[in-house]
């Protein structure tokens, strides 16, 4: 309890002295009040130096600080403690009405969102994502997000990639419906495929567009065309991967209303014009911003992932570990994510 909530600036004199003493010459276990000292409780930055716990007793609720890195590896195990500040105060229906709109998703939480799955069903009941992915090269990416829809429950997932890539597709699984797309053997998804995509959507819950499709300018002029007849349909929308990178290189571009992005902290900097640093520097300001900006839902991948609304309001994930730092799990989310919205979740569910 060298330094409490309140601390933005770097440690220094005496509390840089204590801090390190304590973490040269602790032979004991470590105990944090409320956060481990010298850890931004509003960011999770490392202001210089900080204690390293082995557990961090926390107050009422937990500290934005006790949950991103790098402040969260500073913690330990974390334990929250009831000092009689009044529930009602974190209800979050008075939440929505305040400055105040930070969330942490808890497994009760989730387990009351997951979809109802009737035994007495088909696969009607359940269903159908249309998935606009895939290029010469890239065809895992297209795979592995088309699957995640079904795994997650989703009884019908139509997956919409070049002609001349089908056979590959077809090889992969048999579960999986193919609309092919005419490319001239070019192996890349045109301009001349908005017709064809949209007319496809009419049996569909929503539409996934972008694992592995590139960003070819053809590409490019498909993604624009796509946006704003999919925005005069109403249709829902996930843009993951190379069609946020195609967004990207527009001036400018109105996205459907009813619409997910699913951004890496890269992608997002180009999304918003800034250096990577900064995104990383400051992960919920930035995540916001890009809601607010694009007026949809916006996820931002990593350890931990921020999920933002147009209003303001942030959930923090603080689920995962390392093993999902391998090439083709944003793949998967973005198909499990298109499968969950399929079976009538609501976007941000």
């Known amino acids: 309890a060298v330094l409490g909530t309140g601390i933005t600036t770097e440690l220094h004199g005496k509390a840089l002295e204590a801090v390190q003493m304590i973490n040269e010459f602790a032979d004991y276990i470590v105990i944090s009040v409320d956060i481990p000292s010298g850890i931004d409780a509003n960011t999770g930055k490392v202001l210089g130096s900080a204690v390293v716990a082995d557990y961090t007793v926390t107050f009422c609720s937990p ?25 009602y105060l974190l209800d979050n229906s008075r939440a929505k009405d305040s400055e105040y709109k930070y969330n942490l998703l808890t497994r009760d939480y989730v387990s009351t969102i997951l979809p109802y799955r009737p035994n007495n069903s088909h696969k009607g009941t359940f269903g159908s994502v249309l998935s606009v992915a895939g290029s010469f090269g890239l065809t895992g990416a297209a795979y592995l997000s088309a699957i995640s829809a079904l795994k997650v429950g989703a009884g019908y997932s139509n997956l919409a990639v070049p002609k001349s890539l089908v ?51 053809a590409t490019i002029d498909f993604i624009s065309d796509f946006c704003i007849q999919a925005s005069n349909r109403g249709l829902k929308c996930i843009f993951d991967a190379d069609a946020l990178n195609c967004i990207s290189k527009l001036p400018e571009i109105n996205l459907p209303l009813d619409s997910i992005l699913t951004p890496h902290p890269k992608e997002l900097a180009r999304l918003l014009k800034k250096p990577v640093e900064e995104i990383l520097n400051d992960r919920i300001t930035n995540v916001i911003e ?60």
Do not use: W
């Not at 048999?174 to 496809?200: A, F, R, W």
């Not at 303001?312 to 989310?333: E, F, H």
């Open 63 to 87: 500290k934005v600080g006790n949950l991103l890195y790098p402040g969260a590896e500073y913690n330990g195990d974390v334990v929250v403690a009831n000092i009689s500040i009044p529930e």
């Open 167 to 217: 056979p590959v597709f077809a090889s992969m699984t048999p579960e999986i419906i193919y609309t092919p797309l005419e490319d001239k053997n070019s192996g890349i998804i045109t301009h001349e495929n908005v017709n064809t995509v949209l007319d496809n959507s009419n049996k569909a819950n929503c539409i996934l567009i972008g694992p592995g499709i590139g960003t070819e300018t």
């Open 290 to 349: 890009a809601a607010q900006k694009f007026n949809c839902i916006v996820i931002l991948k990593g350890a931990r992932t921020l999920i933002a609304e147009p209003d303001g309001t942030l959930y923090i994930n603080p689920t995962g570990n390392s093993a999902l730092a391998t090439a083709g799990t944003g793949d998967v989310l973005s198909g499990m994510i298109a499968g969950f919205v399929a079976q009538n979740l609501s976007l941000i569910d």
